[in-house]
């Protein structure tokens, strides 16, 4: 079955750390995203890319940092920077053209140790 | 730029009765708009679209929406809810020309049917 695959789904952090979160999807798309989802704040755009070896900054970008290598995968880095991690991450993946929706994996919780 | 809002954090209704969820939006050209759902601990599912033509859009598990360009709305609606329908549902938008291409999403509204 295609689909959006996101790991892992539970994911604890120390201070001064570097986490990254995979996303891998299989359903021959060239844009993919991530978003944060906090509590009462719907979701937020960290960064998104349309096309292998290219990304842009979403609307919260900083502490992040993002990869496009491969069609497939968009994993994310999560750095020390990022001084209020915990939340919730979702990765998407769409089609190029804009009347497409775009389709989600089922998440990774972030949480501080 | 684009916005979406949704006004009610939550909407109680009883099993069997209609529903709706309110959604506004803002873009600068025409939109694309999108409703999707979403269970405790899981992704957004998709539910159903706006692109053009009819203004009344059906989709999955019935749900339909409307979409009203004066009033700059796209409200979900279904005839009668069930319990299963209780979760936190999403509206979103997307500029059908210019602008970037990622959706941007509304605050979700819970949706609690009662039996």
């Known amino acids: 079955d295609g689909g959006i695959t996101q790991s892992p789904k539970y994911l604890f952090r120390k201070e001064g750390q570097n986490v990254t979160l995979s996303c891998e999807q299989n359903l021959n798309h060239d844009a993919m995203y991530w978003y944060r989802q906090d509590p009462g704040q719907g979701l937020r755009l960290i960064y998104y890319?349309?096309?292998?070896?290219?990304?842009q900054k979403g609307d919260i970008a900083e502490g992040y940092s993002v990869s496009r290598e491969k069609k497939e995968s968009f994993p994310l880095t999560v750095t020390s920077a990022q001084k209020n991690p915990t939340a919730f991450y979702l990765c998407?993946?769409?089609?190029?053209?804009?009347?497409?929706?775009?389709?989600f994996g089922d998440g990774t919780r972030l949480s501080i140790l | 730029a684009q916005s979406v809002a949704q006004p009610e954090d939550q909407v109680n209704v009883a099993e069997g009765n209609p529903l709706t969820v309110k959604c506004t939006y803002s873009v600068s050209g025409n939109p694309y708009l999108f409703w999707y759902v979403q269970y405790p601990n899981r992704g957004l599912q998709f539910l159903l679209k706006?692109?053009?033509?009819?203004?009344l859009v059906k989709g999955s598990y019935g749900f339909e929406a409307e979409f009203n360009k004066s009033q700059t709305s796209f409200h979900l609606k279904k005839p009668s809810a069930l319990v299963s329908d209780s979760a936190l549902y999403f509206c979103a938008v997307r500029d059908m020309g210019t602008g970037r291409r990622a959706l941007t999403f509304g605050s979700g509204t819970r949706l609690q049917v009662q039996p």
């Open positions: 890319s349309q096309i292998v070896n290219d990304f």
């Open positions: 706006y692109i053009t033509g009819d203004n």
């Open positions: 998407a993946s769409s089609r190029q053209e804009r009347n497409q929706p775009q389709h």
